[in-house]
């Protein structure tokens, strides 16, 4: 092929320094759009109601580079609408009404209808989610909105119920590929692009982490290599890959709906016994980034809520593996983190504790604020032993076994409750045995 990048070629590239690979490449028919076959393929929801022709406002849920912005104009040329595209991090309800009243005219005077894109639509607050309602009432705007997150957190209800939500699935490394060799044709037909040896493109599709616009910028970035690169290789081979990526991080999104649902999969995991699992979610957690200090809390409740008296020493463990990560910083404190996961994980479990804190905290509220009875009030002068605070209290370690025997401690309005129900598991298989026999003791005193 000779000097792939020659004059020539290279300023066919100049001429789209200013257009990112990923927007030169764009789909332009449904049929280019790779990855989402649950929804586009024929027969799927979304392609039947394009076959027919039947526009509808909806929100796109899916994770970033994966199409929700390329779908959204595909779908409005589907149906021959203008489209028009606003992102919420920098439009407000000024923008509404101007582009409200561009598609009252656009509709007076060419009967188009008129598809509004907005991106990150949960920025929007629920005052401005409202000001679409009218509009999307008497079909002047139709609404597509993209987002990250959860819409049913993130929109208010009254939008919500006009939307049809759409979920977009992280896209595959076979997607992926789809998505480059795709780009790479287009490109061959314009600007004579670069060949790219399969394993390099595997290895771009992987490093991409299900993000399409990701792995489209790092193909910019290896045709761009290629070109000063000095082995004056013909074509993009693993070794160019491995030298751009570097250190690559995968998809995080702290604070996001990635940071919920991988801290929900951790804990889970650990609850479910699974070491192994376990320790992928907690890796998986510090490569992408997250704050290992708030890995450390999460154990802390984990010990406590699903371990509990089963096992103590799991909550001491945790607190250990926290104290050795502020103490060490990381990544060493990240070992005594992972040593702690895997104990919390083989530990007995029960969530005993967790559940008699809520039935607890339910008479709390229930029951409203009761007066302490007046035998277990302190004393401390004269005036309060008057008023007989503390008159009747047994002091527990007088009597026989450390244990007033059928003593209330409750409310003297309030009848004694249950709430902690230890299991057959771990340490509280002996608190249980107590626990009944006081309460069999006490029966027999009555």
Not at 40 to 66: A, E, N, Y
Not at 130 to 150: K, R, S, V, W, Y
Request: with cysteine; charged share 30%; net charge negative.
């Amino acid at each position: 092929m000779g000097d792939l990048f020659s004059e020539d070629i290279s300023e066919k590239y100049d001429q789209h320094n200013f257009i990112p690979l990923a927007q030169r490449v764009r789909p332009v028919s449904i049929d280019e759009f790779f990855g989402q076959e649950h929804l586009i393929s024929k027969g799927k929801p979304l392609r039947s109601v394009l076959d027919q022709g039947h526009l509808h406002s909806m929100v796109f849920w899916g994770p970033p580079g994966t199409g929700k912005t390329t779908l959204a104009k595909l779908i409005a040329s589907k149906v021959d609408a203008d489209f028009i595209s606003l992102s919420a991090v920098m439009a407000g309800v000024g923008d509404i009404r101007k582009i409200v009243n561009q598609a009252q005219e656009s509709r007076s005077r060419t009967g188009k209808a008129t598809v509004l894109f907005l991106d990150e639509i949960h920025r929007f607050n629920k005052s401005q989610q409202d000001a679409f309602l009218p509009f999307l009432e008497d079909g002047t705007l139709t609404l597509i909105g993209a987002t990250t997150e959860n819409p049913s957190f993130q929109l208010n209800n009254a939008l919500l119920s006009r939307l049809r939500v759409y979920i977009l699935k992280q896209l595959t490394d076979a997607s992926m590929k789809l998505i480059l060799k795709n780009a790479i044709t287009k490109l061959d037909q314009s600007d004579n692009a670069p060949q790219i040896e399969d394993k390099a493109l595997s290895l771009i599709a992987s490093a991409a982490d299900g993000d399409a616009r990701s792995a489209l910028n790092l193909l910019e970035v290896a045709f761009a290599f290629l070109s000063t690169s000095d082995d004056h290789s013909s074509e993009i081979k693993v070794d160019h890959v491995k030298e751009i990526l570097g250190s690559e991080v995968r998809r995080f999104d702290n604070k996001g709906e990635y940071f919920y649902d991988q801290i929900s999969a951790l804990h889970k995991s650990i609850r479910g016994s699974d070491p192994n699992a376990s320790l992928y979610w907690l890796m998986r957690m510090l490569d992408g980034g997250c704050d290992a200090q708030y890995i450390a809390r999460r154990m802390i409740r984990v010990a406590s809520e699903d371990i509990g008296n089963a096992d103590p020493r799991a909550l001491r463990i945790s607190l250990d593996a926290w104290e050795c990560l502020e103490r060490l910083g990381s990544p060493e404190g990240e070992l005594a983190l992972a040593q702690a996961v895997i104990y919390l994980c083989c530990a007995p479990k029960s969530n005993a504790v967790y559940k008699a804190t809520k039935l607890a905290a339910e008479d709390v509220k229930s029951f409203g604020s009761m007066e302490v009875p007046r035998k277990l009030r302190n004393a401390p002068t004269k005036l309060m032993k008057q008023m007989d605070y503390g008159d009747g209290y047994r002091y527990a370690h007088d009597e026989k076994d450390g244990i007033v025997y059928g003593e209330k401690y409750f409310p003297d309005d309030m009848e004694a409750r249950k709430y902690y129900y230890p299991v057959d598991r771990g340490l509280e298989i002996k608190i249980k045995d107590k626990l009944n026999k006081i309460e069999e003791i006490a029966r027999k005193n009555l």
